[in-house]
C-alpha cells in the first residue's frame, strides 16, 4: 500500500464513541483522569503531575514511532471526555506485543463501552496493523476487564509479573478473530 492510500487512524468511531488521537492539548484530561481514584484503582492507582507527564511524554512518542497508539474517547452524542482506549507495543518480557487497553470515568461503567473500543482497536490491529495477535494485560482481581477482554475474543496466554504487579495476559491471534462467531 503506498503512502498516499495508507489509512489513517488519527481518529474513528463506533456506535457511541468518537477516537480522537492524544495530542499535547489532551494534557489537562489526562491529568483529570489520573487525578480520579475511582478510574485508576485498577491502572496502578492515582498518578502526579511528574507521572502524568511522563505518560503523556510517552504515549505521544508512541504516535509519532508508529502512527497509531492512545485515544481520547468521547461521548458522541454530547462530546464530553469519558475515557481513553489504546493500541500499542508492548514488550511482555522480551517479546514485542501489540496491546489494546481503556480506562473510563466511573459513570460510563457498566455500558458496554469498553467492549466497544476493545472489539474495533482488535478490529483495527487486524485489518490496519495486519497484527498476527493482540493482547490485552489486567491483574487477576479485574474482573470486569478480564469479562471484557474474554467477550473480544481472547484467550488467557499466561500469567505473568509486569511492574511488579502479578498480571494475566490474554490474546486473540488473526485466525481466531477471522473464524469467531463473538455476539455483538
Not at 505521544?60 to 481520547?72: E, F
Not at 490485552?136 to 488467557?156: D, F, H, Q, W, Y
Request: glycine content about 8%.
Amino acid at each position: 500500500m503506498s503512502a498516499s492510500v495508507a489509512p489513517t487512524l488519527d481518529s474513528f468511531t463506533t456506535a457511541r464513541l468518537v477516537a480522537e488521537r492524544l495530542t499535547p492539548e489532551h494534557r489537562d484530561e489526562i491529568a483529570r483522569m489520573h487525578r480520579d481514584a475511582r478510574t485508576m484503582a485498577m491502572l496502578g492507582g492515582v498518578r502526579d503531575d511528574e507521572k502524568t507527564r511522563e505518560y503523556l511524554e510517552r504515549n505521544l512518542a508512541h504516535w509519532d514511532r508508529y502512527g497509531y497508539g492512545l485515544w481520547i474517547l468521547r461521548d458522541r452524542k454530547s462530546g464530553a471526555m469519558i475515557g481513553r482506549g489504546l493500541l500499542r507495543h508492548l514488550d511482555v518480557q522480551g517479546q514485542d506485543d501489540i496491546e489494546t487497553g481503556y480506562a473510563f470515568y466511573p459513570a460510563w461503567w457498566g455500558r458496554g463501552l469498553a467492549t466497544e473500543i476493545a472489539r474495533r482497536c482488535v478490529d483495527l490491529g487486524f485489518e490496519v496493523l495486519h497484527a498476527p495477535s493482540i493482547v490485552g494485560l489486567t491483574t487477576p482481581a479485574n474482573t470486569a476487564s478480564l469479562r471484557v477482554l474474554r467477550k473480544v475474543g481472547m484467550v488467557p496466554d499466561r500469567e505473568l509479573d509486569h511492574g511488579g504487579v502479578p498480571h494475566v495476559l490474554l490474546r486473540v491471534t488473526r485466525e481466531t478473530w477471522s473464524a469467531r462467531q463473538i455476539p455483538e
